[in-house]
């Protein structure tokens, strides 16, 4: 008796310790996979040509060529095209952030005629793109006299209807009682928003202010139109000139594309290292709502 | 709130429940007004310009009635409209299955307490942090059909070399390799954390009654999850109806617009072909379609969402 | 209206013969008066910086007033697509833009672009030197909207070495090419070592002179119609598929098919390609190797088009906007400028003035590559211009690619191309 149960243990404990290699194995395949498109990028980078063009390629450079770095730097200011980035994508998150905050409550705990059939119209406006309707608002922004400036960049994505979405979603899932408590002790709207229900969603104000971070960053089509000059270009569009203005030369110097790339997405990564704790967290509990 | 109500009577209520509403609509209007000038302005606009000739660089244009309709229902526009409405469907189709299925999985494989596990759902979340468009230029190289990695591991498998970005059998599978390597990690997160906040409960009585884990994962998990498959479905199918960056950096929506996908052919009439009276018909009708495949998802969906609550 | 009344101001001034007298009056109206700043667009890529750079300090050393600020804008496209939105806004746009030749009859009809006929009277500017076929690449309806910059023609580059080693005989005429296909390629056991030639079939262009050489009329007079879905057109388009099916030549097609052409040039996997003659110094310091031009053969003709770009001044600038990019413009499209661009690139001499004298053999002598092209001259046509060109090469361009490429009915793709661009053009 003692011994079957014994037997039957180590039977369970060994399928359990088969079964935990296996995911590990499994999981472990997976990060090989999304992680190697990344490191290919790095090392094709500090290849020389003559290595890039090899019939069979090596997965660790024979050569480190550390000037495809300063090649590319010297082909595109990458340093201002950051900074124009980060103020960017600032600009927009934070804007986004308060004007979304501020309809959610309107649009979740607010009470006005019409307030349901004012929400499907901010709804509508998840769907259309702005290559669609780019021609108009192009034409405003180029009268107001936007053009090549941040107030170009940003304005025209100040507001973001999928954040609105989510927002008032959250802000709908908290209990009526902690508004009327506040509202009793004379707190105002913006008190109850910024001091309550803000608080009280954060993960999900997390979540959307990282959402909206991305899509700055990762926004290409409306900074390629209303930046003329390189003084405002931003990062996205450095990297893709860079290799267009190898003109038909990519080729051989997809090595020094390759640093560009490296210079645009590092820095991203390690702002991902360093806020993942409450990137992942807020992901945690906004997603689910 | 109806202590509140009872509290303020009579006519000062009344009026001071007018102020309160006022003041309730001042909170949404300034997103309004936003999406009044730079939405729904330029939408009527490009309604409008439908109805002329304009080619965009001309001052002067007319209006033509039907005839930018006549083209897309009737004319030489109807076949290419057909095979981008085809090839939109396909790469949303596609990439909710990535992010839904893909995510699923990952999220059943990933879901571990461990330092090493989460240290893996971070690195396999990182993708979607990435510009697209430089992704989408290191996907090129790594797909490119001379020197790319890709084509190289397909050798030693003795595969022959595939034309993956210049052929209309695999290029919108190409961007889809893309598109999955984004959003896979994506759906992992979402699903991950909604499982978190499934009570362990649930799995103890089941177990309890003998369920084993596919039992319990298909009558627990599954149908529990099902408003964040709501949420990931009808975010995933809006952002992907409007795909264009990878196209627009990988196939510039060829070969043989294999990969022309809606907005891209907009863009593509408006800025390469001078026609940005047929886009703006393209664009009016696609907005039409959008609008009511979105409004049909949530009405299905709303029937058969399990709420836990 | 201020065009028609300069039009009309040039003719009365012709007709009375006072010409010298109203140009006094004139160039003072086109003069530059303050300091300004100005923007000038092209697609001239990193390899072009240091002329770029070169050109505008000492266009500035020359105009103190006029501070030019060149931005590169990416491709022809990337450009295309920036000017029409600056023009439809009918702000920021730049002083002065290049435009590939093909873009010019829609700007002419559309007005974007500034006519210059009265300011080339008014500054006696020396129009004349560009051969007739230059002007009219560059003009609109008679007018002239824009002037000839940086202008090449298709060619065929070689490997020197090889044919010189292997006593390759390039083709002079199209019934010739059969042979050359079957000499210049290496292919054994259907896989192809060496291929004879490559293709560009990512832009109509520089395959258009095998259909106009062989007698097709890719836009007939009416203008309506194209020849496209006949037996000629047919003819050669089922010849350049056999090529590419026997795998002697390739069809180069994709976004990055110009890149992986040109490495596999460079590399020895082609024995030629076929390109633009801009890029010879590209070529030639890239090639561990020799590289010789070849001028394309012919059938019943054997012509070649005028590529690359023009300048031009957008309409909607301020007079004084435009005067500031007068000058520059000018500059930059004049004889020394336009001789320092042929000799950094392969970019071809625009002026009569250097093509028919002295001037051109000693150009020869130093690039004697560029026989193949001086020996033609009179043969590098205009582009056809048609308001509908774009959306037809983008037709024809992406039918003719999926049927050599992916397989297919050679006749019924030419015939639904055909069919598809009578559309385009009628419209």
């Known amino acids: 008796m003692a011994n079957d149960s014994f037997a039957a243990n180590v039977r369970a404990k060994r399928a359990r310790l088969v079964s935990t290699v296996l995911q590990y194995a499994l999981a472990a395949i997976v990060v090989v996979v999304v992680v190697f498109p990344v490191y290919w990028m790095i090392i094709s980078s500090l290849k020389t040509s003559e290595e890039l063009l090899r019939p069979v390629p090596s997965l660790w450079p024979a050569e480190f060529r550390w000037r495809n770095y300063s090649d590319a730097l010297a082909m595109a200011p990458f340093g201002k095209y950051f900074f124009n980035t980060l103020v960017m994508t600032m600009g927009i998150m934070s804007l986004q952030l308060v004007i979304g905050s501020f309809a959610a409550y309107g649009f979740s705990k607010g009470r006005f005629p019409g307030r349901d059939a004012l929400f499907v119209v901010v709804l509508g406006a998840l769907m259309i793109p702005i290559q669609v309707t780019f021609v108009p608002i192009y034409g405003m922004v180029a009268k107001l006299h936007w053009i090549n400036t941040f107030a170009g960049l940003i304005v025209p994505h100040a507001v973001s209807a999928y954040m609105i979405f989510m927002l008032r979603q959250t802000f709908k899932s908290v209990d009526d009682s902690f508004l009327e408590a506040a509202r009793l002790e004379g707190m105002g709207r913006i008190g109850i928003i910024f001091k309550i229900l803000v608080p009280m969603c954060k993960p999900t104000m997390l979540t959307v202010g990282i959402i909206s971070f991305i899509d700055g960053w990762n926004s290409y089509f409306w900074p390629k139109m209303v930046t003329t000059t390189p003084f405002r270009r931003t990062i996205a569009q450095g990297v893709y000139e860079l290799k267009r203005s190898y003109a038909g030369l990519e080729t051989m110097n997809q090595n020094q594309i390759m640093a560009g790339a490296v210079m645009a997405v590092v820095p991203i990564i390690v702002l991902f290292v360093v806020l993942q704790k409450y990137i992942l967290s807020g992901f945690s509990k906004a997603a689910s709502k | 709130m109806k202590a509140n109500g009872n509290a303020i009577t009579g006519r000062r209520g009344a009026s001071h429940r007018k102020r309160e509403k006022a003041k309730d609509f001042l909170c949404v209007a300034p997103a309004l007004a936003f999406f009044a000038v730079f939405v729904y302005y330029p939408l009527v606009d490009l309604f409008r310009i439908g109805f002329t000739n304009w080619n965009l660089i001309r001052d002067d244009y007319?209006?033509?009635?039907?005839?930018?309709?006549?083209?897309?229902?009737?004319?030489?526009?109807?076949?290419?409209?057909?095979?981008?409405?085809?090839?939109?469907?396909?790469?949303?189709?596609?990439?909710?299955?990535?992010?839904?299925?893909?995510?699923?999985?990952?999220?059943?494989?990933?879901?571990?307490?461990?330092?090493?596990?989460?240290?893996?759902?971070?690195?396999?979340?990182?993708?979607?942090?990435?510009?697209?468009?430089?992704?989408?230029?290191?996907?090129?190289?790594?797909?490119?059909?001379?020197?790319g990695f890709l084509n190289f591991v397909m050798g030693i498998f003795g595969k022959e070399p595939v034309a993956w970005l210049n052929s209309e059998r695999t290029a919108l599978t190409s961007v889809l390799i893309l598109t999955g390597w984004r959003v896979v990690g994506y759906g992992m997160m979402i699903y991950l954390s909604a499982m978190k906040g499934i009570s362990k409960d649930y799995y103890e009585a089941a177990e309890l009654d003998g369920a084993n884990a596919f039992l319990r994962f298909r009558h627990i998990t599954l149908p529990l999850l099902s408003p964040t498959t709501l949420f990931l479905f009808v975010t995933t199918f809006i952002a992907s109806m409007k795909v264009f960056q990878s196209i627009d950096v990988m196939t510039s929506g060829g070969p043989y617009e294999s990969t022309n996908v809606m907005v891209y052919w907009i863009y593509d009439l408006a800025?390469?072909?001078?026609?940005?009276?047929r886009a703006a018909v393209v664009a009016s009708v696609f907005f039409v379609i959008l609008l009511a495949f979105t409004a049909a998802t949530m009405k299905i969906s709303n029937k058969s969402v399990h709420y836990e609550s | 209206m201020r065009m028609k009344s300069g039009i009309r101001f040039a003719v009365s001034a012709l007709l009375i013969g006072a010409a010298v007298c109203a140009n006094a009056q004139d160039a003072k109206k086109y003069e530059v008066t303050a300091p300004i700043k100005?923007?000038?667009?092209?697609?001239?890529?990193?390899?072009?910086?240091?002329?770029?750079?070169?050109?505008?300090?000492?266009?500035?050393?020359?105009n103190p007033m006029i501070d030019v600020?060149?931005?590169?804008?990416?491709?022809?496209?990337?450009?295309?697509?920036?000017?029409?939105?600056?023009?439809?806004?009918?702000?920021?746009?730049?002083?002065?833009?290049?435009?590939?030749?093909?873009?010019?009859?829609?700007?002419?009809?559309?007005?974007?672009?500034?006519?210059?006929?009265?300011?080339?009277?008014?500054?006696?500017?020396?129009?004349?030197?560009?051969?007739?076929?230059?002007?009219?690449?560059?003009?609109?309806?008679?007018?002239?909207?824009?002037?000839?910059?940086?202008?090449?023609?298709?060619?065929?580059?070689?490997?020197?070495?090889?044919?010189?080693?292997?006593?390759?005989?390039?083709?002079?005429?199209?019934?010739?090419?059969?042979?050359?296909?079957?000499?210049?390629?290496?292919?054994?056991?259907?896989?192809?070592?060496?291929?004879?030639?490559?293709?560009?079939?990512?832009?109509?262009?520089?395959?258009?002179?095998?259909?106009?050489?062989?007698?097709?009329?890719?836009?007939?007079?009416?203008?309506?119609?194209?020849?496209?879905?006949?037996?000629?057109?047919?003819?050669?388009?089922?010849?350049?598929?056999?090529?590419?099916?026997?795998?002697?030549?390739?069809?180069?097609?994709?976004?990055?098919?110009?890149?992986?052409?040109?490495?596999?040039?460079?590399?020895?996997?082609?024995?030629?390609?076929?390109?633009?003659?801009?890029?010879?110094?590209?070529?030639?310091?890239?090639?561990?190797?020799?590289?010789?031009?070849?001028?394309?053969?012919?059938?019943?003709?054997?012509?070649?088009?005028?590529?690359?770009?023009?300048?031009?001044?957008?309409?909607?600038?301020?007079?004084?906007?435009?005067?500031?990019?007068?000058?520059?413009?000018?500059?930059?499209?004049?004889?020394?400028?336009?001789?320092?661009?042929?000799?950094?690139?392969?970019?071809?001499?625009?002026?009569?003035?250097?093509?028919?004298?002295?001037?051109?053999?000693?150009?020869?002598?130093?690039?004697?590559?560029?026989?193949?092209?001086?020996?033609?001259?009179?043969?590098?046509?205009?582009?056809?211009?048609?308001?509908?060109?774009?959306?037809?090469?983008?037709v024809w361009m992406q039918e003719l690619a999926k049927v050599i490429i992916e397989g297919g009915d050679v006749k019924a793709a030419m015939k639904k191309a055909a069919t598809l661009i009578d559309e385009a053009l009628q419209d």
């Not at chain 3, 100005?38 to 020359?62: G, M, N, S, T």
């Not at chain 3, 007018?143 to 020197?160: E, G, R, W």
């Not at chain 3, 001028?295 to 031009?312: A, W």
């Not at chain 3, 970019?347 to 003035?353: A, K, L």
Request: with cysteine; charged share 20%; proline share 3%.
């Open chain 2, 62 to 147: 007319k209006y033509v009635g039907l005839k930018n309709y006549k083209w897309l229902f009737k004319g030489s526009g109807f076949d290419t409209w057909l095979a981008s409405l085809k090839v939109t469907f396909s790469y949303t189709f596609w990439e909710i299955v990535i992010t839904l299925a893909g995510g699923m999985l990952l999220a059943a494989l990933f879901n571990r307490e461990s330092k090493a596990f989460s240290a893996m759902r971070s690195i396999v979340f990182m993708p979607k942090y990435i510009a697209i468009s430089t992704s989408a230029i290191v996907f090129m190289w790594i797909l490119n059909d001379q020197y």
């Open chain 2, 271 to 277: 800025f390469v072909q001078f026609r940005v009276d």
């Open chain 3, 38 to 62: 100005i923007e000038w667009w092209h697609a001239l890529e990193a390899q072009y910086a240091p002329l770029v750079e070169k050109v505008v300090a000492d266009f500035e050393r020359k």
């Open chain 3, 69 to 394: 600020e060149a931005i590169y804008q990416g491709s022809y496209k990337d450009l295309n697509e920036k000017l029409i939105a600056a023009q439809a806004a009918g702000t920021t746009l730049p002083a002065v833009t290049v435009a590939n030749t093909p873009y010019i009859a829609e700007y002419g009809a559309s007005g974007v672009c500034e006519v210059l006929d009265p300011y080339i009277k008014a500054t006696r500017f020396d129009i004349g030197d560009f051969g007739a076929g230059l002007r009219t690449a560059s003009s609109y309806d008679g007018k002239q909207v824009s002037l000839p910059f940086l202008i090449s023609t298709q060619i065929m580059f070689y490997n020197k070495d090889m044919a010189d080693a292997e006593k390759i005989k390039l083709p002079e005429t199209w019934a010739e090419m059969d042979a050359f296909m079957k000499k210049a390629s290496k292919v054994s056991d259907g896989a192809t070592q060496r291929y004879a030639t490559v293709f560009p079939g990512w832009d109509q262009w520089y395959y258009e002179t095998f259909f106009l050489n062989n007698g097709v009329k890719i836009v007939n007079k009416d203008g309506e119609t194209t020849d496209l879905g006949d037996a000629k057109a047919v003819a050669v388009a089922q010849k350049l598929k056999q090529w590419c099916d026997d795998k002697a030549a390739y069809w180069a097609y994709g976004k990055d098919a110009s890149g992986v052409m040109r490495q596999n040039f460079m590399d020895g996997k082609a024995f030629s390609v076929i390109h633009t003659t801009s890029l010879y110094n590209m070529y030639a310091t890239n090639c561990k190797f020799k590289v010789g031009m070849h001028y394309l053969p012919g059938n019943t003709s054997r012509d070649s088009e005028i590529g690359g770009c023009v300048l031009l001044i957008p309409r909607k600038n301020s007079q004084a906007v435009k005067n500031a990019g007068w000058q520059l413009i000018s500059y930059l499209t004049g004889k020394d400028v336009n001789m320092l661009w042929a000799r950094e690139t392969g970019y071809m001499p625009t002026r009569n003035s250097v093509t028919k004298t002295a001037e051109g053999k000693a150009f020869l002598a130093e690039k004697p590559a560029f026989k193949a092209v001086f020996d033609n001259l009179d043969h590098i046509n205009p582009r056809i211009q048609h308001p509908a060109y774009t959306a037809l090469s983008k």
